[in-house]
């Protein structure tokens, strides 16, 4: 497992969160979770399979969330998201084999917006940015995503308290558009392969 990457990513969240401390209110959550598998169109043909999964496995990474304005509690955030998944790819057919090992990675830029400004936060978060597939022995591809989701905010103190978060992720792996003829005209079709995968996962707030 290469864990250079997100250690290197809580290193730079807190640098980024020091200069915005002064300004606005800062959220840092370490999070873990669990990352439910999605299945996408294989095109390897020559392999005889239908299609691939991704592995469901436990996940890793952080949110690093700066108040909009003068809403340091209630109202919009950005955020930023890295995720980080070790899983692999297995041929979509009962008791298929194992294909590769993987690393999945997203990076996203989001709006939250949370409500009840005590200590319960309910709220609702949309992203969008890259998704990482990093195969073992094989070079690395980065594609579209975006995400949505929600979860709840329980607040222990002013710094510190528990995050629960659950998301939607929609990756764009191949873009294809078709062309389908007939004698009166030709039509064009969205035959594009997408990755989708949902997760749930907590972490522990500190906020600045």
């Known amino acids: 497992m290469r864990t250079k990457t997100p250690i290197a990513l809580l290193l730079l969240a807190g640098l980024l969160a020091a200069p915005a401390a002064t300004a606005q209110k800062v959220e840092i959550t370490p999070f873990y979770g669990f990352q439910f598998g999605g299945e996408f169109e294989d095109r390897l043909d020559d392999h005889g399979f239908d299609g691939v999964d991704v592995d469901e496995g436990e996940l890793y990474g952080v949110f690093a969330n700066f108040a909009l304005g003068e809403a340091a509690v209630e109202g919009g955030q950005v ?116 990755l989708f995968q949902g997760d749930v996962k907590g972490g522990i707030i500190f906020a600045f």
Not at 107 to 115: E, I
Not at 131 to 159: C, H, Q
């Open 79 to 194: 955020e930023l998201m890295y995720l980080h998944q070790d899983t692999g790819l297995q041929a979509a057919r009962l008791f298929g084999p194992r294909l590769l090992d993987l690393e999945l990675e997203y990076w996203h830029l989001g709006f939250l917006y949370q409500w009840a400004p005590g200590q319960v936060r309910p709220y609702l978060v949309a992203s969008l940015g890259a998704t990482r597939f990093d195969p073992v022995d094989i070079a690395s591809e980065t594609r579209f995503s975006w995400s949505f989701g929600g979860g709840l905010k329980l607040m222990f103190s002013d710094n510190v308290g528990l995050r629960l978060d659950g998301r939607f992720y929609s990756t764009l792996v191949d873009e294809d558009d078709d062309v389908f003829c007939d004698p009166f005209g030709c039509y064009h079709f969205d035959d594009s392969t997408f």
